[in-house]
């Protein structure tokens, strides 16, 4: 990866670690889900007037859309509502590397390297490490919300992959604009409209400017950025670098918020980002049957590297998101096939080769 890219991905996942923080600072003035319809809302509007139609089908951007927007989002605001500290929350969730890696195995028919599985090894060693050091203590309930958060994200970054949206800031607005009317009827049912009109009457510069950062810096911006990233190099190189979210979210939960940080907590973010660098920096292991690319309009030449295998390979991402309109941009398959490849952030094993 170019060092402005790599440069890119640490900004994301910074973003990302703080946004934990947010959340939690927001779920004191929002009911989970009407707050995460309300972030999703501010992101799609007025934006998706300005970014144009979708550029991939719209089977891909309601996908994501329901997929990432709603039942990630969804789980994820509902944990932390129920109990989840934002720190633990923000490594828990990075279980979606592991469910991305299966199920881009399965779907997309890519498998990682030997260093590539030693750096997920260690890594996730370090997730194990900080998952101890903080104890399970807090409620099973919210735990298991989490990771099955993690979970639809991992779904989100093979079909948002399979899409190779060629625009990502336009997919991302898009996707943005799925989920709004779902959450809110969840709102209505579970929250109930009493709980939502009083959240609404009592809105504060406070909730405006988590409202705008959860909606603008680290969806759209994100979101965005994770997509672009994911479109020019394998997701084995870019999905690990969500390993670093908890890092970042930890560290502003013990600035922020007075989660404490432990010696040993320290030592997992050491092996995280150890992990992280052996994961990325590695070569791919063996070739995996390319998929067969589905039909598109051509996209001109460019300097990037595109997808070489099949031009509707999966790009995760926090995550990542699927553009619509009639025809994903595809690549003709070079000799290179496609081999092995994270809140919102793909896990190795999610994307093809470069051209």
């Known amino acids: 990866m170019r060092t402005t ?17 947010v959340i939690e600072v927001g779920l004191g003035h929002f009911p989970p889900l009407l707050f995460s319809a309300l972030r999703f809302l501010a992101a799609a509007l007025p934006a998706v ?20 927007g709603v039942a990630k989002f969804g789980l994820l605001f509902v944990g932390m509502d129920q109990g989840m500290p934002a720190g633990l929350s923000s490594l828990v969730l990075q279980i979606q590397a592991v469910f991305t890696a299966l199920f881009a195995a ?13 750096g997920m090894a260690v890594a996730l060693a370090g997730i194990a490490v900080a998952a101890v050091d ?17 979970a639809c994200w991992g779904v989100s970054n093979v079909l948002t992959r399979k899409a190779s949206p060629p ?3 336009n997919f991302m607005v898009w996707v943005s604009a799925v989920p709004v009317l779902p959450l809110l009827g969840l709102s209505l049912l579970f929250e109930g409209p009493d709980a939502d009109l009083a959240a609404l009457r009592a809105l504060d510069s406070t ?8 909606a603008w810096v680290t969806t759209v911006f994100g979101f965005g950025a994770w997509g672009f990233l994911l479109r020019r190099y394998p997701a084995s190189s870019v999905a690990p670098f969500s390993l670093l979210v908890p890092v970042f979210g930890m560290s502003s939960a013990a600035l922020l918020l007075s989660e404490s940080v432990s010696p040993l907590r320290w030592c997992a973010a050491a092996l995280l980002v150890g992990g992280v660098a052996l994961t990325s920096l590695s070569r791919t292991g063996g070739p995996a049957t390319p998929l067969p690319a589905e ?17 509707s390979a999966f790009a995760s991402a926090e995550s990542a998101s ?34």
């Open 5 to 21: 890219h790599i440069a890119l991905a640490v900004l994301v996942t910074a973003v990302w670690g703080v946004n934990f923080v």
């Open 49 to 68: 007037f300005f970014v144009g139609r979708p550029k991939v089908a719209w089977k891909w951007v309601i996908g994501v859309g329901l997929v990432l």
């Open 106 to 118: 399965v779907a997309l028919g890519e498998r990682p390297g030997g260093v590539r599985l030693l």
């Open 134 to 150: 903080e104890g399970t203590s807090g409620p099973l309930l919210a735990f298991a919300l989490v990771i099955a958060a993690a």
């Open 167 to 169: 625009d990502a800031l």
């Open 207 to 214: 909730g405006i400017g988590v409202i705008l950062y959860v």
């Open 295 to 311: 039909p598109a309009s051509a996209e001109p030449p460019s300097d990037e590297p595109t997808p070489a295998a099949s031009a």
């Open 322 to 355: 699927a553009e619509p309109a009639p025809a994903v941009a595809t690549v003709t398959a070079t000799s290179t096939p496609a081999v092995n490849g994270p809140d919102e952030p793909l896990a190795p094993g999610c994307a093809p080769t470069r051209a």
